[in-house]
């Protein structure tokens, strides 16, 4: 079996910019152009601008406080509706990246 070359970097990119701009499907440009469709979609994530999600404050209201020897209750209510209850202590940063992750488009 013939192996195919390996692809630079720089190749990559322009192989994925060339694939957003066609308007095809992902399976459809790399079998057009002889890509193996999984790298190829490797190669778009790996890519893709990872911005931050800028920080900005939120209403919080405050219901209560846990009794001695409880352990402290969260509970999230989401712009989509969905409610998140949890107990006990949670990282916050954890708490935002699930938010940011369960808003996402």
């Not at 920080?55 to 409610?83: K, N, Q």
């Amino acid at each position: 079996m013939e192996s195919k070359p390996r692809l630079s970097p720089e190749a990559w990119k322009a192989h994925v910019e060339a694939y957003e701009k066609a308007g095809t499907s992902l399976v459809a440009y790399a079998k057009q152009h002889g890509l193996c469709r999984r790298n190829l979609g490797r190669w778009r994530q790996r890519l893709r601008p990872q911005a931050a999600a800028p920080l900005a404050l939120v209403p919080l209201r405050v219901v209560g406080t846990p009794a001695s020897g409880e352990p402290p209750r969260l509970e999230l209510r989401l712009r989509t509706g969905h409610a998140l209850r949890f107990e006990g202590p949670l990282e916050p940063r954890w708490v935002a990246t699930l938010c940011r992750a369960l808003e996402a488009p």
